[in-house]
């Protein structure tokens, strides 16, 4: 994988051209926001996205958009006149926005820092954003971030992995409706830190 970094005022920056569609999207946190406003086959404007990402500047959401485009993981759904411009719309190619187990298998261990700070990157503008709303109801809104250490062996980490991904798939297809609400869910899974070997030590009768 490349190496990127982003500012947030200016075009992503990487060490070499050209660039695939994954390591750009995951070279700024903004792209993987705008990829999230568009799961659930749907379209959307530059306009319609400023309002979801009203953190976002309007010229950094249409940079971004371009971008997304350009590698072919967004593409220009319709085209309509609107007072005498032309208003894109926009539609998600998912299977271009995603990191296969063949891409996560070469990654390095650098890859997965640059990525993961990406990704918690995403975590805390949407959470941000999420609280900066006037109807911002954590309590009736049933939000929670909750961090919890499971003792696992291998057997057992798969198993979670199967549960967790029969309850997930399936509502990942839901369509949007007036009824529902666009929840962020971002499973984070990973060994902590090592235990003492007393730790395993057994109780004496």
């Not at 208003?87 to 890859?111: G, M, Q, S």
Request: charged share 25%.
């Amino acid at each position: 994988m490349q190496r990127f970094s982003y500012r947030e005022n200016d075009s992503i920056l990487c060490d070499d051209w050209p660039v695939e569609p994954l390591e750009l999207l995951l070279a700024h946190p903004a792209r993987i926001r705008i990829v999230h406003a568009l799961r659930g086959d749907h379209t959307l404007t530059t306009t319609d996205l400023c309002a979801v990402l009203p953190d976002l500047s309007k010229a950094s959401v249409y940079r971004h958009v371009e971008a997304l485009v350009s590698v072919g993981i967004l593409e220009v759904a319709e085209e309509r006149r609107v007072r005498g411009a032309v208003e894109r719309h926009y539609r998600l190619h998912p299977e271009r926005a995603v990191v296969d187990a063949a891409t996560a298998a070469t990654a390095t261990i650098d890859d997965h820092r640059r990525v993961f700070a990406t990704a918690m990157a995403v975590l805390i503008a949407e959470f941000n954003a999420y609280l900066a709303r006037d109807d911002a109801d954590p309590a009736n809104d049933l939000i929670g971030y909750r961090q919890h250490a499971l003792w696992l062996n291998s057997d057992e980490l798969e198993s979670l992995i199967t549960d967790m991904r029969e309850v997930l798939i399936p509502r990942m297809s839901n369509q949007p409706t007036p009824e529902r609400a666009r929840y962020l869910v971002s499973p984070i899974l990973f060994p902590a830190s090592r235990q003492p070997a007393s730790t395993y030590a057994q109780p004496k009768d």
